[in-house]
């Protein structure tokens, strides 16, 4: 049992900020109240003067599977040698020994979307995690969480060259409808008397329970993946979305989220050349649910307050920012049940920051999740 007592909470709820205490029991939030008498067994952390948020969110990253500092011995992105492999499970690559962990908990990230790379069209099955934990099965919240579909330059960079498909955007779209297409077909059988491995994958994404989450940078890449979803009647996320801010209204219309990020790293090809801060505001004002993501490695996973300050710097506005790295990060990932806000109920997931987090000298001080403190400095 954890009390956090005196705190400013920033709920990420209708009730906004409020001065007041938190009690967790069993990993969940049981009581917010103004005051609140601790239980003798009660573990009592002082919050008084800081900041209490509920654990930030990263909605796409690859951590874990893309260790730092270890090269190809630790990455295990990308299974290069099958452009289709829906069937690949993030959650049997993650290491939980890799060193970002620890600066994501240091950073108050208490959450992450976690899944393959973006070699193949169809790449695999996302997770999503806790962030402290020794174990997978311990710290996942949802698996799969989505399937990850890949449009643009990397698929085409990596088969389009030895002479096997997809070498064009044309090939990458073909592949993934036919796949699709098939996929539909399996499961309107009435009776798959020998279950398809390579199939039933796909289950929970045709009764729409996960998304397809599709790396998309460009105009046109964006507008094939919205394409392809309502043709089959699907749900779907739009993860990067470099060039968004063009064509904003229209991805308003479709109702699709998007995850936008990496915008802190460099226009290493030249379909990120739109890369900029402005994109998630822009998308944000047109009506579109917007998360962030640092795409670790791509930028350090312990930026991604710095990334929403950037964001709020550039016309997302600081409410809305910090809402791209907890509610909306939740809901874009269907945790938001669990995570994503301060309220009885929710998992006790806590940052708590010695000032605005999205003010670069603030630090985060304390990081608390399922009502464990797993990190503390200077409280």
């Given at each position: ?50 900041h209490v948020y509920p654990g930030l969110i ?75 934990g020794r174990g997978v099965e311990d710290m ?163 930026h991604l307050p710095l990334c929403a300050a ?70």
């Open positions: 049992m954890l009390c956090v007592q005196n705190g400013i909470l920033h709920t990420m709820e209708s009730q906004g900020t409020i001065r007041a205490d938190l009690l967790a029991e069993e990993g969940k939030i049981i009581r917010i109240e103004e005051h609140i008498a601790p239980p003798e067994q009660a573990e009592i952390l002082d919050a008084a003067g800081f990263d909605a796409h990253s690859h951590i874990g599977i893309a260790e730092e500092k270890i090269g190809t011995q630790g990455d295990d992105s990308n299974e290069g040698t099958n452009p289709v492999t829906p069937w690949l499970r993030a959650i049997d690559a993650i290491n939980p020994m890799d060193s970002a962990f620890h600066n994501a908990i240091a950073a108050g990230i208490t959450g992450v979307m976690v899944g393959p790379g973006s070699a193949n069209p169809i790449a695999g099955q996302f997770a999503f995690i806790k962030t402290s996942a919240v949802l698996a799969p969480a989505a399937i990850k579909i890949a449009f643009g330059e990397n698929p085409k960079a990596n088969y389009g060259g030895d002479g096997n498909m997809p070498s064009t955007r044309m090939g990458i779209a073909a592949l993934i409808r036919e796949e699709l297409f098939n996929a539909r077909l399996y499961f309107e059988q009435e009776d798959n008397e020998y279950p398809d491995f390579r199939k039933e994958c796909y289950r929970p994404l045709f009764e729409r329970k996960i998304p397809l989450k599709a790396h998309v940078h460009r105009t046109d890449d964006i507008f094939t993946a919205i394409r392809i979803a309502q043709e089959f009647d699907l749900d779907l996320t739009l993860d990067h979305c470099t060039e968004g801010h063009l064509i904003a209204e229209q991805i308003a219309d479709s109702g699709f989220p998007a995850i936008v990020g990496p915008s802190l790293s460099s226009r290493s090809k030249i379909e990120v050349e739109q890369s900029d801060f402005q994109t998630p505001g822009a998308l944000a004002r047109a009506g579109v649910l917007v998360a962030l993501t640092t795409d670790h490695p791509v930028s350090r996973i312990q950037l964001a709020a710097k550039r016309g997302l506005g600081e409410e809305e920012a910090m809402r791209a790295i907890t509610i909306n990060a939740a809901r874009i990932c269907r945790v938001d049940h669990r995570l994503g806000s301060l309220k009885v109920g929710k998992d006790a997931d806590l940052a708590i920051f010695d000032g605005d987090p999205l003010v670069i000298k603030r630090d985060a001080c304390a990081t608390v999740i399922n009502g464990r403190i797993v990190y503390k400095e200077r409280m």
